[in-house]
């Protein structure tokens, strides 16, 4: 589609909303735009007397924007990126500092709330949005109000209670191309003045739009399921309980980890099967006897919550907040991007967790106001990583021979060749001879006969798997006031202080002895001792010469057709990382951390329809006791500390009511100061967190609604953010996931015609170019010295500026309680990436994840 025919479906939105306005404002007379009540500060509010950069949207508003998970609030949220590749492994990126490790050790920076409880660990924190009362994010610092994940922002979803007052029923049905549908039902009944009961439940469901190649279901799916069952009540005037209880089930496809130098191939005959863009089709697939199972995921989440408010006395309320919640998610997955079994991998994650929270607030209509309380938190979690690995096909790879060049295979660079190539020993024995040669600077000249011996032991299925467990006690102490100085001036403070008691486990084994693994560590072994020969001194001369005699035994006996036997006098060689004691147990460590986090704000009411605010707070993401396989066979794994991540937050913002409230403006700008930056290196096919050291960020963020008429709304959002690393080896690049600007336009039209109403919703949203590494996917920064299997020489994992135009029609008969409608999104059908890079990025083969194309579709809702 061209550009310019892009730019004309912009303009026939825009005239279409602006076409009405006219004759509609000469009809009636426009009222002011709806003000959300909050609950950001742990006490109601106008939004527009929070004083802090606050995003909030009811249900109905976010029904209206078309807005069903988090990737699609994050459209019309300034200053918020969701990255949503799978629902096992969301990214929740505020002001450029992202929130999406899956290790069970690793700590949130961004906390996501469903009705106050925190849940933020990334396989548990993917929720359906629907029967939703109101989502509030807030940006910034938010440790003192949200707890000890807020490092830099919440996101909190409050989900719709039994109602008291009656009954209330609704349902909607919605289908569409690339096989869509989505059924959503709610009723509620009153069974007194004191009980009542919610059910409501969600099924969405879509086909793949990235093609299988090889056959079978299309990847990038949606399978979903949720129910929510809440009871209320509320005996007196004084006390109200509501228990919600939780379930959602998630079955999508595999995910579309698609390679960009290598085509999609039929892995017997080589035939290419499609193109190598990401939007095209995808040829993966696990091998037959790969013990995690067929590609896809498999995820259940269920929880509890029991809130709990007491009026004490006219002035004082006890809040509590009980809630367990658990999850269990088995995503299996391709990551090398082909359709030759170089690499599967599967990621396996289990845990539960319990939390206390009670909070007495005080509120007695004068100038003071605020909250203490304290909450407690214990989670346990586990991770489990199988990797199975085609060591033949790997050699390849790290040869720069997946197209089999070499044997005369004829194809170009970017076809890989077919499986018959990798089982011939000629073939692979040449390449054996050209590893050790080359990485041991010519110093072990294999013979032909040798190296085919070593290449007639690699095998198609070597197993190597790494586990983490971590078991988390927290404490919390919280307090925050708010002190009315004049009638125009408050000051607000608030601090918290969080104590944590970690115990971190780590095991690694390997299924049998990497052959391939063995290579590589012989020949590393060689060329240190090379170096300590060099040098000339006696001591490390004879050092240096027991060095190069240990890796020409290595490599014989590799050659030997002992070569996997436990009995064989070689350690037990790992490819990617090696086994810890007794081959896979289970090391622990701990670790216990405390610190203070604390907010300083003042607001300023210009008049009733205009506030001013300034603030300054710490946010602190704990120390992680971070953790990686031993760097030797059945050695000890490598425990270590990194420093608690600070941040310094100062904003100063504004919002206002114009035009008698018809006109609402928000807007802040903000700086922030970070010590030891925590971020996520890639060391092989694993990921570890490391201190990246000193990052800034500063940027404007604002928003505006404007009724123009009765009957036309208008919405826009901008963000500016420039988020830089300060320091170390990543002086000068940009957050992972974080434009530097992004943009939101959206309108509601509503008229009447034909016997009903119709509403019309154009939006449109854009994000300027982001990198999906911190490493800005820098080819200094990817080389094999750096952890790479296989350098990455080309920067190209980046996605450039993109704009999304949805729109969404509706109309409902006059009298009726029923609505039809129809939808499509990204209407001018923009290719663009959501991921880039991924665990095939270790091997020299980073992969691609297409975003979703143009789809559409019709929907009838009814409500009682």
Do not use: C
Not at 539 to 560: D, F, P, R
Request: hydrophobic share 40%.
């Amino acid at each position: 589609m061209t550009t310019s025919y892009r730019r004309l479906l912009l303009a026939a939105a825009g005239f279409s909303a602006i076409l009405p306005i006219a004759g509609v404002a000469q009809a009636q007379e426009v009222t002011a735009v709806e003000e959300i009540v909050v609950t950001a500060q742990k006490r109601e509010q106008q939004a527009m007397d929070v004083p802090m950069s606050l995003t909030a949207y009811s249900g109905d508003r976010l029904q209206a924007l078309g807005v069903d998970d988090f990737a699609k609030l994050s459209k019309f949220t300034p200053g918020l990126v969701v990255q949503d590749q799978s629902p096992n492994n969301p990214g929740y990126v505020i002001r450029g500092v992202t929130s999406d490790s899956t290790d069970s050790f690793s700590e949130a920076r961004v906390s996501v709330f469903q009705d106050g409880v925190s849940i933020s660990k990334a396989q548990g924190s993917y929720v359906e949005l629907f029967d939703i009362d109101r989502v509030e994010v807030a940006k910034g610092p938010q440790s003192t109000l949200y707890g000890r994940g807020a490092l830099i922002g919440a996101i909190n979803v409050i989900q719709k209670k039994a109602d008291l007052t009656g009954f209330d029923a609704s349902a909607k049905l919605e289908a569409g191309d690339y096989g869509y549908r989505l059924g959503q039902g709610m009723f509620n009944l009153a069974l007194s003045d004191a009980f009542a009961v919610r059910i409501a439940g969600s099924v969405r469901q879509r086909d793949g739009y990235v093609e299988n190649a090889l056959g079978g279901e299309d990847f990038q799916s949606l399978d979903s399921i949720a129910l929510r069952g809440s009871l209320a009540f509320a005996p007196t005037d004084t006390f109200r309980a509501d228990l919600i209880l939780n379930w959602q089930e998630d079955q999508p496809a595999g995910t579309a980890f698609k390679s960009g130098g290598f085509s999609p191939t039929n892995p017997t005959t080589g035939a290419v099967l499609a193109g190598r863009k990401p939007w095209e089709a995808a040829a993966l697939a696990a091998p037959a006897g790969f013990t995690a199972g067929p590609l896809g995921l498999d995820r259940s989440v269920k929880g509890a919550t029991l809130l709990a408010s007491w009026d004490l006395s006219d002035s004082l309320t006890l809040n509590s907040i009980s809630a367990y919640r658990e999850y269990d998610s088995t995503e299996v997955f391709d990551p090398d991007g082909t359709s030759l079994p170089i690499l599967t991998g599967a990621n396996h994650g289990w845990g539960k967790q319990w939390s206390q929270e009670l909070r007495l607030n005080y509120d007695a209509g004068g100038r003071v106001k605020g909250f203490v309380g304290v909450s407690y938190f214990k989670a346990e979690d586990d991770q489990v990583l199988p990797l199975q690995f085609d060591e033949r096909i790997s050699l390849a790879v790290l040869t720069g021979q997946l197209n089999a060049a070499a044997a005369g295979s004829g194809l170009p660079a970017t076809t890989p060749a077919p499986m018959a190539y990798f089982g011939d020993t000629t073939f692979t024995g040449a390449l054996i001879q050209g590893l050790v040669a080359n990485q041991t600077g010519n110093g072990i000249l294999l013979s032909t006969a040798q190296a085919r011996a070593i290449a007639g032991n690699l095998v198609s299925n070597h197993t190597e798997t790494a586990s983490n467990s971590s078991d988390l006690t927290a404490v919390d102490l919280f307090g925050d006031v708010t002190f009315e100085v004049t009638d125009k001036l408050e000051i607000s403070a608030g601090l918290r202080y969080t104590r944590d008691d970690k115990d971190t486990g780590f095991g690694s084994s390997v299924g049998q002895r990497s052959v391939l693994g063995g290579v590589v560590g012989a020949s590393q072994v060689y060329r240190s001792g090379a170096a300590l020969v060099a040098t000339g001194d006696p001591v490390k001369v004879a050092q240096g010469n027991a060095m190069i005699a240990q890796a020409n035994a290595i490599l014989g006996g590799l050659a030997s057709p002992l070569a996997h036997s436990p009995t064989l006098p070689l350690p037990l060689f790992g490819l990617t990382f090696q086994p810890t004691t007794g081959n896979g147990a289970l090391a622990t460590q701990s670790l216990k951390d405390e610190g203070f986090t604390w907010r300083l704000v003042a607001r300023y009411a210009l008049t009733d329809d205009a506030n001013l605010y300034a603030s300054y707070a710490r946010g602190r993401r704990p120390d992680v006791l971070a953790v990686s396989s031993p760097t030797a066979p059945f050695g000890t794994p490598r425990f270590g500390v990194v420093a608690a991540e600070k941040v310094d937050s100062f904003e100063v913002g504004g919002k206002f009511a114009l035009l008698d409230g018809r006109l609402r403006l928000d807007g802040a700008v903000f700086y922030y100061n970070y010590d030891n930056f925590q971020t996520v290196e890639q060391q092989g096919t694993l990921f570890t967190i490391t201190n990246a050291g000193e990052a800034k960020a500063y940027g404007f963020e604002g928003q505006a609604e404007w009724r123009v008429a009765t009957g036309l709304n208008l919405y826009a959002t901008y963000a500016f953010n420039h988020a830089r690393f300060e320091g170390g080896a990543y002086e000068g690049n940009r957050f992972r996931l974080s434009p530097d600007h992004s943009l939101s336009l959206a309108a509601l039209w509503t008229f009447d015609a034909l016997g009903g109403r119709f509403d019309v919703r154009p939006t449109y949203s854009w994000r300027s170019k982001v990198f999906f590494d911190d490493n800005n996917d820098r080819p200094d920064l990817q080389t094999v010295a750096s952890g790479n299997l296989v350098a990455d020489r080309v920067q190209d994992e980046f996605q450039d500026a993109v704009g999304l135009l949805d729109l969404r029609i509706s109309y409902r008969p006059n009298g009726s309680n029923w609505t039809l409608g129809a939808f499509a999104t990204n209407l001018t059908d923009e290719e663009y990436i959501i991921d880039a890079g991924n665990t095939g990025d270790a091997l020299g083969l980073p992969t691609f994840i297409a975003g979703a194309p143009r789809m559409a579709g019709v929907s009838v809702s009814w409500k009682y």
